[in-house]
């Protein structure tokens, strides 16, 4: 069963605006971690952030933010002050303390973010 | 400090053929893993391992082979390659098992099977 949801295949936003990224996820393990990547045309994965189950506060790292609810399964990815630069593939993945396979990252499928000037 | 390096960064292969992608992490990182990751898709882990001789089949592991003999090393084989395995290959590594921080990902490998 897929365990990350991401349901906006495609986001545009202008430079300068804000932008949120939704991600739900499930899971029975009550120590996992969230996480966000970018991966640009270039290919490479680029990480962004990272929201343990247990932190009490949002993560923040400069303009992004994660809009952690932990009672709905949510992580959504906030990018303030949009930037052209901005734009590529944005990935939320999942890392359960007791899950089987090493702890491996699963993956959702991706949002396609857009900036324009 | 190079992190996770892979070669080659790109390969077109005949179907049937085999070969082998390299992946080598200098950070002295217990953990493992290789991932594909199909045209707009997310990564699904093919391989992972949890130390040197060590390991174990992740979602999609039909038609890959891996070996861990270095802490360093965590090469990919693709025996008799088909179409369905064109995608991009990443390694990542990452500190321990209890670590809940990020992966560290290589540079990627883009195969081509035709």
Redesign the interface.
């Known amino acids: 069963a897929q365990k990350i949801t991401q349901t906006q295949p495609g986001m545009f936003v202008q430079e300068k605006e804000a932008v949120t990224l939704d991600c739900t996820y499930d899971t029975s393990d009550p120590s996992y971690g969230l996480f966000w990547y970018k991966q640009p045309s270039s290919g490479e994965m680029i990480f962004l952030i990272y929201q343990g189950s247990y932190d009490q506060q949002n993560a923040t790292e400069g303009r992004y933010s994660l809009n952690f609810q932990k009672a709905r399964k949510s992580a959504n990815l906030v990018i303030s002050a949009s930037q052209l630069g901005d734009s590529a593939m944005y990935f939320c993945a999942m890392r359960e303390r007791g899950g089987q396979a090493g702890t491996a990252l699963i993956f959702g499928k991706g949002t396609t973010l857009s900036v324009s000037s | 400090n190079a992190g996770v390096t892979q070669t080659p960064k790109f390969r077109i292969l005949k179907i049937g053929q085999s070969m082998t992608l390299q992946c080598t992490q200098d950070m002295n990182h217990n953990?493992m893993?290789w991932?594909r990751q199909d045209p707009?898709?997310?990564?699904?882990?093919i391989y992972?391992?949890?130390g040197a001789g060590i390991t174990?089949k992740?979602?999609v592991p039909n038609g890959y082979n891996v070996s861990r003999s270095t802490t360093e090393d965590f090469p990919l084989r693709l025996e008799l390659a088909a179409p369905s395995q064109t995608s991009?290959y990443?390694c990542?590594s990452?500190p321990r098992?209890?670590?809940?921080?990020?992966?560290y990902?290589g540079?990627?490998t883009?195969l081509t099977v035709t």
Request: charge should be negative; proline fraction near 3%; glycine fraction near 14%.
């Open positions: 953990y893993y991932y707009g898709m997310g990564l699904k882990l992972y391992s949890v174990d992740g979602e991009v990443f990542a990452s098992e209890v670590s809940l921080y990020e992966q990902f540079p990627g883009r």
